[in-house]
T-cell receptor, first 112, second 114 residues
Framework: AQSVAQPEDQVNVAEGNPLTVKCTYSVSGNPYLFWYVQYPNRGLQFLLKYITGDNLVKGSYGFEAEFNKSQTSFHLKKPSALVSDSALYFCAVRVVSNDMRFGAGTRLTVKP | DAGVIQSPRHEVTEMGQEVTLRCKPISGHDYLFWYRQTMMRGLELLIYFNNNVPIDDSGMPEDRFSAKMPNASFSTLKIQPSEPRDSAVYFC????????????FGQGTRLTVV
């Protein structure tokens, strides 16, 4: 069965500093990996995805993610955090079974 | 396209009552997912459909929960009878294809069972 893990419930970072939100995956076969963001009282919004090819994927709002097959990781990154980036972030995986499974979520807080 | 549309946005009901949540996926999308979000359990996949056919309902917590997709533009999630522990935010999502395509989420229905 496929799954993703987000080892950190909470990440705090100062505005202007780089941020990393971690995700590891467990699948049999080649994974399709996704990052979503959720703002309060809203649905999840798609940020970026990894399908194949270049291990560094660029997405919306200046976010990027690095796929590392040997470490089975797909960490979300941004070079310079904004206060408005504060939200709940979810990693997700999808394989040939076509269902999409989400991690527990990581709450990112960016302080001025 | 207006995106995935869920109704109602908020539902408050008494224990034992029947609750029906509704979802209109994005036109042309072949997959439809129902998720439940709680603080304790995070985002759980309840059931998903492909071309209106239920593919995997192993996430449905109990027989009190049922889901249907009578056509490509409408799906329902029903809870009968409802219980306080069903209180959660329920999301519907749809995607064009499987595998590498992302899913698009509705705004969710916040269900409170008192």
């Amino acid at each position: 069965a496929q799954s993703v893990a987000q080892p950190e419930d909470q990440v705090n970072v100062a505005e202007g500093n780089p941020l990393t939100v971690k995700c590891t995956y467990s699948v049999s076969g080649n994974p399709y990996l996704f990052w979503y963001v959720q703002y309060p009282n809203r649905g999840l919004q798609f940020l970026l995805k990894y399908i194949t090819g270049d291990n560094l994927v660029k997405g919306s709002y200046g976010f990027e993610a690095e796929f590392n097959k040997s470490q089975t990781s797909f960490h979300l990154k941004k070079p310079s955090a904004l206060v408005s980036d504060s939200a709940l972030y979810f990693c997700a995986v999808r394989v040939v079974s076509n269902d999409m499974r989400f991690g527990a979520g990581t709450r990112l807080t960016v302080k001025p | 396209d207006a995106g995935v549309i869920q109704s109602p946005r908020h539902e408050v009901t008494e224990m034992g009552q029947e609750v029906t949540l509704r979802c209109k996926p994005i036109s042309g999308h072949d997959y439809l997912f129902w998720y439940r979000q709680t603080m304790m359990r995070g985002l759980e996949l309840l059931i998903y459909f492909n071309n209106n056919v239920p593919i995997d309902d192993s996430g449905m917590p109990e027989d009190r929960f049922s889901a249907k997709m009578p056509n490509a533009s409408f799906s329902t999630l029903k809870i009968q009878p409802s219980e306080p522990r069903d209180s959660a935010v329920y999301f519907c999502a749809s995607s064009v294809l499987g595998g590498s395509t992302e899913a698009f989420f509705g705004q969710g229905t916040r269900l409170t069972v008192v």
